[in-house]
């Protein structure tokens, strides 16, 4: 196993990890652009992954490993379906402009 | 023995009728309705003659019970579906199928031109149906059945001409003020089952009988009261009998099967069966007694002012079954059932006669504007001669013999009572007489009033007489009526009620009943036929009573007042204002009304746009995350 360099803290991958959702969050509420939306969400997910990661080898369980193996094939399907839809939505109403697809409030 | 064919012969021309009826022609409709009525006779015939009754010896000591299955089953009792017969169900088996089956013959005649000719038919099957399980039961609950059955094709039947506002009140009339009665009835079933843990009659009139005879425990005469309610209501007594006279309304045919040979006589039966308990409840015997006296009186004296002929027929039905019930009451079990028997024959006659006087004035019900009829309907004339000194108790024919049995048991019972029964009945040879002149006798009326056009279809200038299908009935039930009292039904049922008088105890109390009958032809001939004046002079002599008899005592008048308007106004101003449009209303629309104010809040969450939709998903994400957190973290 390999062995991480005792001058990173572990608080250190916990407080990147902090930062990168926090990020994926803002993308996620002010972006207009549905793909870069969509990338935010992505980020978000492996924020977690990053997390998960660093309590699994903090803990030396394998759990977290595989709770992130199952996040990334949540995430490349969501991708596929996601990037279908979008797709979609393009060719109907050829914009990605988040805030002018309110349809549904009419 | 297949008892069960009787019965379900009837049923299945109902089915046949009330199922395929519309696509079946007349002709096919009558064969189903009348034939399957006259096998089920004809099995009744062959039932009593396999089981030794038209031969010598002495047949049907006991009853012969036919067990089919178990019907229901509860702790210890075990109520079966059995048909029973003995002698007092072989008298009503031959009169309901026989008198049944003439009345369908005579009713292709009478409906012939009427619409919802299959319907009539089916539910006069389904009657037939019901009435002989009524009879042929063996136990409480299959009376019991029988009872509702014929009470719920007397409600289909009164209110046949359903378009008509009056027919409908009165089978509703009907069925309600049943139910008040068979009220009583399933209390007396309830008190039964609790006291002897079986309905089956045998059982328990078995117990009964062990009885030491001057017991009379307080329950045992609840009992009887309660089965005598169910058999006012059904049996037109006071204070129950205001259904009957309005249920006129139906057909004629059904007046005649219904409400006056069959159903009615219901009551009788079931107080005839039920005996042993009345002999050991000597206070509710009394009350039979004096509500069959009192019903006996106060109907005939309505029946005096009727104009319209059917009701003229109706008040005697309800006379002649209070008739009935006095014999009853006066321990005269036999003679009661022998007056069954011979009014069946002389009342069913007179309502198909009558039937056919209406027919032959094309649907005019009215005696006042009958008249001079003998002419034009000489077979009607005289087979409504026949039966009217029939029940006038005129002697040798069949009235006389029942109600002479009924008179003399009354008199050893209490002279008063037969006193009153004497007058009752001279009131009822005056009676019957008089609509009977009036039909008949004097001036054609009818010209003057311009009949002839109407429902039936006919518009002859003359009343014409009936075809064959109807008088065919009328003449065979004309025979029946003058011979049928030699039909010695006490003697039959002596091992059944061994407490019949002696026939000829005293033999001048007949001949007082018959002079009785005679003064009443001879007054109704004389206020009708000769001097036409009188009846109206006593109308106006003496109005006071005139106005009360002729309004039949305002007794609908007083149950409205006292019963059905504060029920209406009961359920219009508290059920419905108050209770249902206040309060189940309130609750409805109060939870509906809820459902939208949060949901008017709620919608403003629904903007429609993608961006605040993920700012609720973020929020919602925080807000669960600060309650796990509060709540001590997921552990």
């Known amino acids: 196993m390999p062995q991480l360099p005792p001058s990173v803290p572990l608080s250190w991958y916990l407080a990147l990890s902090l930062i990168l959702f926090v990020l994926g969050i803002a993308g996620f509420l002010f972006r207009r652009n549905i793909i870069t939306v969509f990338m935010s969400i992505e980020l978000m997910l492996n924020a977690v992954n990053l997390s998960f990661i660093t309590f699994s080898y903090k803990l030396k369980q394998v759990d977290g490993h595989i709770f992130s193996f199952f996040v990334m094939v949540v995430a490349a399907a969501e991708a596929a379906v996601g990037l279908a839809i979008i797709l979609t939505v393009f060719k109907n109403r050829q914009t990605l402009e988040i805030d002018e697809l309110s349809s549904l409030k009419n | 023995m297949q008892l069960w064919l009787i019965p379900l012969l009837p049923l299945a021309g109902f089915a046949v009728n009330g199922l395929l009826g519309r696509r079946l022609s007349k002709t096919a409709i009558n064969a189903v309705a009348a034939g399957s009525v006259f096998l089920s006779f004809v099995w009744v015939l062959k039932t009593l003659s396999t089981l030794g009754v038209f031969g010598g010896g002495n047949p049907l000591e006991q009853a012969y019970v036919e067990h089919y299955f178990t019907w229901i089953q509860s702790g210890t009792l075990n109520i079966g579906v059995d048909f029973a017969i003995d002698r007092l169900t072989a008298v009503m088996l031959m009169i309901v199928t026989g008198v049944g089956f003439l009345i369908h013959v005579y009713a292709i005649g009478y409906m012939a031109h009427e619409g919802g000719y299959y ?149 009788v039966y079931m107080v005839t069966r039920s005996s042993a308990i009345f002999l050991h409840a000597h206070g509710a015997l009394e009350v039979v007694a004096i509500i069959g006296l009192a019903t006996a009186f106060f109907a005939a004296t309505m029946g005096l002012a009727q104009t319209d002929i059917k009701k003229v027929y109706a008040y005697s039905t309800v006379s002649q079954l209070g008739y009935m019930f006095l014999g009853l009451g006066t321990g005269a079990f036999s003679a009661g059932i022998f007056h069954v028997m011979t009014h069946a024959f002389f009342k069913a006659l007179l309502f198909l006669g009558a039937g056919s006087v209406i027919h032959a004035m094309s649907g005019e019900q009215d005696l006042r504007k009958m008249g001079g009829l003998r002419k034009y309907t000489p077979i009607t004339f005289w087979t409504l001669l026949c039966a009217s000194v029939a029940i006038a108790g005129v002697p040798p024919f069949s009235g006389y013999h029942s109600k002479d049995a009924i008179l003399a048991s009354a008199y050893e019972y209490a002279p008063w009572m037969y006193w009153v029964g004497v007058f009752t009945a001279g009131m009822t040879a005056f009676y019957v007489f008089r609509a009977f002149f009036l039909a008949f006798f004097g001036e054609p009326r009818w010209k003057a009033a311009g009949h002839g056009h109407d429902d039936h279809g006919h518009s002859h200038g003359a009343p014409h007489e009936s075809p064959p299908s109807m008088w065919i009935p009328l003449a065979v039930l004309a025979v029946l009526s003058l011979v049928g009292g030699y039909i010695n039904i006490p003697k039959w049922l002596e091992p059944m009620f061994k407490l019949a008088p002696e026939e000829s105890g005293i033999p001048w109390t007949a001949m ?124």
Not at chain 2, 180 to 209: E, P, R
Not at chain 2, 597 to 614: E, P, T
């Open chain 2, 119 to 267: 319907r009539f038919f089916a539910y006069l099957n389904l009657f037939m149906f019901f009435m002989l399980t009524l009879v042929l039961g063996a136990n409480f609950l299959l009376l019991f059945v029988g009872w509702e059955g014929v009470g719920l094709c007397s409600y289909l039947l009164i209110g046949f001409y359903f378009s008509e506002k009056f027919a409908t009140d009165a089978g509703n009339k009907a069925f309600i003020v049943n139910r008040i009665g068979d009220f009583g009835f399933s209390l007396a079933v309830f008190l039964i089952a609790m006291h002897f843990g079986s309905l089956d009659f045998a059982t328990v009139f078995g117990k009964v009988q062990s009885m030491p005879v001057e017991s009379s425990a307080g329950w045992m005469t609840a009992i009887a009261l309660l089965l005598f309610v169910g058999a006012t209501g059904k049996s037109a007594q006071i204070p129950l009998y205001v259904w009957l006279p309005d249920a006129m309304a139906g057909p004629t045919p059904v007046s005649a099967l219904i409400h006056a040979a069959t159903m009615v006589t219901a009551g």
């Open chain 2, 512 to 635: 007082v009943s018959v002079a009785a009958g005679v003064i009443g032809i001879a007054l109704a001939a004389w206020f009708y036929l000769i001097a036409p004046a009188i009846p109206e002079g006593l109308a106006r002599t003496f109005s006071t009573p005139y106005r009360w008899i002729y309004n039949k005592y305002f007794v609908d008048e007083f149950y409205d007042s006292l019963v059905v308007n504060p029920t209406v106004d009961g359920s219009r101003s508290l059920l419905w204002r108050v209770v249902d449009a206040g309060g189940i209303d309130g609750i409805v629309n109060g939870a509906g009304k809820t459902a939208r104010n949060v949901g008017g809040i709620l919608k403003r969450m629904q903007s429609g746009s993608i961006r605040s939709y993920a700012a609720w998903v973020v929020l919602g994400s925080i807000v669960v995350i600060v309650a796990i957190t509060m709540a001590g973290g997921a552990r």
